[in-house]
């Protein structure tokens, strides 16, 4: 379940306040990864629990036309509770079984473990405009921590499900992951319809785990020791062509931070920052598009393509270099038909080249169609067909896959507020969809319904 709550106060015209509070609570049974899957093998005695908790200040000062300042701090309050059911004992093959002499037969290895992750994200940039120039200077402390609270592994097995204690990491904390990106920002306005967007980015994250190194389960928990010093240039342009036709191009190198939700400026030139899913990643991209509107609909084309790097040291391995590059393009056409009717219709291929043998090297094609209808009296509905083609450059069988989603919702006088009924997988298919660092958002493979109420007070 989910809860979320917004004030925002101005207690004058040049200040602004923001107050927001947040929890979120799941549960989720079987394995965690693949999570979009059909096919993958099922154990429904895994579970992964968590909880969310956040808090969010924020400040806005106005000190004339075109001169802001804003402040934003947070806290975030991470709890995970996991258990993971693993392979059974093989001698020669699962070390923690041959620790024993002889190794147990048909045993199976159990990992738990529970944990605790603050976060206190502290955030600040002043937005300033001196004739054709916008300028945003800015900075982002991050701080965040991670508490072990327990990590142990058991061997489980016949005849009485005896249980024998393997390796137990005893609880202790990690090293504190800290991050510090600054920024400066110039759009500039040469002339009408032009506009030039030049940034510089200093990036600062370190992620060090010395002091979780024993135990399966702490293993798993380990993510790889990540200590990045880097200059990321961002480089666009965007030129109105005509009245109805733009020009976009962008090239830029950009670092994924822990937490995404940051004041520093999302886009270049109007070409959004985002194809990268792992914290740590250096990403360079270079992107060209084309948007046309008119009085009745919009139209872009987008063709794009990147490199990504992550550097990493594992204890025990030495320093891995993961690379990645791919190249794509997509369509998007939006048309009012009249009468509260809209038709919005998208297309993207993708393809990527990892390692030969990674599932991440596909050619990969995403297509949706969605008509909407919104009646005066606040009466609304939705339908979207969804299609997915990916062809695996391994031995992996070419997935396609459909989906249908139903919305019918209603919009309360005044829009004080609008209730929604969600229908995604209308048709109950079940597919696999994948998941990596570029595509994280997935589809459940099962048709499911949820009741959505939003209140304006």
């Known amino acids: 379940g989910d809860i979320v709550g917004y004030l925002k106060w101005d207690p004058s015209a040049d200040h602004g306040l923001m107050l927001a509070a947040s ?64 392979e059974l ?30 976060y206190t994200p502290l955030q600040g940039a002043w937005l300033r405009r001196h004739d054709a120039h916008g300028l945003v200077l800015g900075a982002a402390w991050y701080d965040g921590e991670q508490e072990l609270l327990a990590a142990f592994d058991n061997l489980v097995g016949p005849p009485y499900n005896q249980v024998l204690p393997v390796v137990v990491t005893p609880p202790g904390r990690e090293r504190d992951r ?31 785990d010395v002091d979780l190194q024993r135990g399966l389960a702490a293993t798993q928990l380990r993510d790889a020791e990540v200590d990045v010093d880097a200059l990321a240039p961002r480089l666009g342009l965007a030129w109105q062509v005509t009245a109805q036709d733009t020009l976009r191009v962008a090239a830029f190198r950009a670092l994924l931070p822990y937490l995404s939700d940051r004041l520093d400026p999302a886009d270049v030139a109007g070409i959004p920052v985002h194809r990268n899913g792992s914290a740590g990643a250096l990403t360079d991209e270079l992107q060209l598009a084309w948007e046309r509107s008119w009085s009745r609909g919009f139209a872009a084309v987008v063709a794009w393509a990147f490199e990504r790097e992550r550097e990493k040291e594992i204890e025990g391995v030495g320093t891995e270099k993961d690379e990645i590059d791919g190249h794509g393009a997509q369509l998007t056409g939006e048309l009012l038909l009249g009468h509260g009717v809209g038709l919005a219709l998208h297309y993207a291929y993708r393809d990527y080249n990892d390692d030969p043998e990674s599932d991440l090297s596909r050619a990969d094609q995403l297509a949706t169609a969605r008509l909407t209808w919104v009646d ?63 595509d994280t958002d997935g589809r459940i493979p099962a048709r499911q319904a949820r009741l959505v109420l939003t209140l304006n007070l």
């Open 89 to 118: 004992c093989t001698p020669g093959v699962t070390a923690v079984c041959d620790q024993f002499n002889p190794p147990p037969q048909d045993w199976e290895q159990w990992a738990d473990l529970a944990l605790e992750q603050p």
């Open 178 to 208: 800290r991050s510090l990106s600054l920024w400066l920002h110039d759009l500039w306005r040469p002339r009408p319809g032009l506009l030039v967007h030049a940034g510089l980015h200093y990036e600062s994250m370190d992620n060090r």
């Open 23 to 86: 929890g979120s609570d799941s549960e989720l049974g079987d394995r965690l990864l693949p999570r979009y899957e059909h096919s993958a093998p099922s154990e429904p005695r895994d579970r992964t629990d968590g909880r969310t908790r956040r808090l969010e200040v924020g400040y806005h000062r106005r000190f004339g036309p075109g001169n802001d300042l804003l402040m934003h701090a947070s806290r975030l309050d991470l709890e995970l509770d996991q258990r993971s059911v693993l």
């Open 376 to 438: 005066p009296r606040g009466f609304g509905a939705r339908l979207e067909q969804v299609w997915r083609h990916i062809d695996f450059d391994t031995a992996r069988a070419t997935e396609e896959l459909w989906s249908t989603d139903v919305e019918l919702s209603y919009e309360f006088p005044g829009k004080r507020g609008r209730v929604a009924l969600e229908v995604e997988n209308l048709f109950d298919e079940q597919f696999d969809w994948f998941t990596d660092p570029f």
